[in-house]
């Protein structure tokens, strides 16, 4: 027998969960399936840690907050404002060189500024490398070879956002846009998730609940779901917050795990852009010690410089195949962008965050004991910021699996050049089948409150559709 329902959402993330929040605020009988044991999606914070210190292996910051209305409910509604911190007050470089800093007399800063302008003006979009060279090529002899490479070293931040090396991700959109600063949340992400939920009756979220079938009954205009284990659900609307690297999965093949068969198949003007669209997998490694023994910074940024090599003002680079490392050297440290967030100055807490890029992804998530790669991998910029040859041993190492995880497949929606920055066919739907989460808008893309943002935007055409 079906279980009948107006709406019914698939994923309980922070859109999903959002959009059940209004719709049943509204009063509109919703469900919600949730494929793993536990709600969040890419949001999770695990409080289940040998010293009881929570960290949040997923979203962490409040990110563009001029314009986040997650953070602003936050700090205005839901928690005292002293809750979420800026982290930004004192952030330090750390570079494989003998001071581990900047030569003196290096001032990038303004350079900086100018090619991120100059990537968001592009005309034909290109790699972020083939980009600094162009950028470079106008400036003429009037940018040192220094103040070029230490530039580019920053600009390669941008590899952490767009989860590829710079020769293989968009330039155009490897910036923004991001209108703010970020906060940190200090009480742990799932602090925004149990706000949300106060709203939709505990019942009406199942947890275990793998869909695998997607039906659109055309006689009745309703919608049949069926999960893994047998159980159907027959719907008005659906809201489908599957992360891109599933949705696109499930146009490939729908009988890997985490995979949904669409009857009938997604309409093309939505498959087609799958193409143009890519979902990247970025990690986290958490080292927690008995004690701090680190600068006080609240961030550093770890860079790798480019040779000159990599800066060949008479060279195109051929781009590489957007996610294609097989012909990459195997990560080290300092040969990748890097943040390192650093808990006890935020939080208190005798820990570093490493947040990493695509590479370092795919090798730590593959390797036989994680923790013991990630640890291996991030202890030489340990050493690095401290100065220590012999390192403490820590009390223990966390690391994350989003691009394992067959329920996620990766982490954020990011571009290959001449991609779509948002495939706007998901924002139309398909007629009752609707779809959110941050890679189904532009607002926040890639960021929990671009999910939070979406799910609203959905839950408000059910609202206004429901009833006509």
């Known amino acids: 027998m079906s279980i009948e329902t107006q709406v019914l959402v698939i994923g309980a993330g922070i859109s999903g969960l959002k959009a059940a929040s209004d719709l049943c605020e509204q009063g509109i009988d919703t469900v919600v399936l949730e494929a793993r044991n536990r709600i969040g999606g890419r949001i999770h914070t695990e409080r289940n840690t040998p010293t009881g210190n929570h960290y949040d292996l997923g979203a962490t910051w409040f990110h563009s907050t001029m314009e986040n209305p997650v953070f602003e409910k936050f700090i205005n509604e839901w928690f005292e404002p002293q809750f979420a911190k800026y982290d930004d007050s004192k952030v330090g470089f750390v570079l494989d060189t003998p001071s581990g800093g900047f030569p003196n007399g290096v001032n990038f800063g303004p350079i900086v500024d100018e090619l991120k302008y100059f990537f968001s003006n592009l ?3 290109t790699t972020l490398q083939n980009a600094v060279v162009e950028y470079l090529k106008t400036k003429k002899t009037l ?64 947890l275990n609940a793998v869909v695998s079938t997607v039906e659109k009954i055309q006689s009745s205009d309703s919608i049949k779901v069926t999960t893994k284990e047998g159980k159907t659900y027959t719907c008005r609307y659906l809201v489908v917050t599957l992360p891109l690297g599933v949705l696109k999965m499930s146009n490939i093949d729908p009988t890997v795990e985490g995979a949904i068969k669409f009857i009938p198949e997604l309409p093309e003007n939505i498959t087609r852009n799958f193409s143009k669209t890519h979902f990247a997998p970025i990690s986290k490694v958490i080292v927690e010690y008995e004690k701090a023994f680190w600068p006080d910074n609240e961030k550093f940024l770890v860079l790798q410089v480019p040779n000159n090599d990599d800066l060949d003002l008479d060279k195109t680079y051929t781009a590489t195949t957007y996610g294609d490392f097989s012909t990459k050297p195997k990560s080290k440290a300092f040969e990748f962008p890097c943040l390192v967030s650093n808990f006890d100055a935020v939080r208190g807490v005798p820990a570093l965050m490493f947040l990493l890029p695509a590479q370092p992804t795919k090798e730590l998530e593959s390797s036989e004991n994680p923790q013991e790669f990630g640890y291996q991998l991030v202890a030489p910029i340990i050493k690095k910021i401290t100065g220590l040859e012999e390192l403490p041993k820590p009390k223990f190492v966390l690391t994350t699996n989003w691009g394992t995880d067959p329920y996620s497949r990766g982490a954020i929606t990011t571009c290959a050049p001449g991609d779509l920055f948002v495939n706007d066919a998901l924002i139309e739907g ?39």
């Open 123 to 125: 005309g034909e979009d």
């Open 143 to 206: 940018v040192s070879q220094d103040e070029s490479k230490y530039a580019a070293a920053v600009i390669r931040f941008a590899e952490l956002l767009g989860g590829g090396q710079w020769d293989m991700i968009s330039a155009k959109y490897s910036w923004g846009p991001f209108n703010g600063r970020d906060a940190f949340n200090t009480l742990g992400y799932d602090s925004v998730l149990g706000k949300l939920v106060e709203k939709i009756p505990q019942d009406k979220i199942i």
């Open 430 to 468: 398909f007629g009752n089948i609707r779809f959110s989460g941050e890679g189904t808008i532009a607002q926040g893309r890639a960021c929990a409150h671009g999910a939070y943002l979406s799910g609203e935007r959905e839950a408000s055409y059910i609202i206004k559709h429901i009833n006509q």
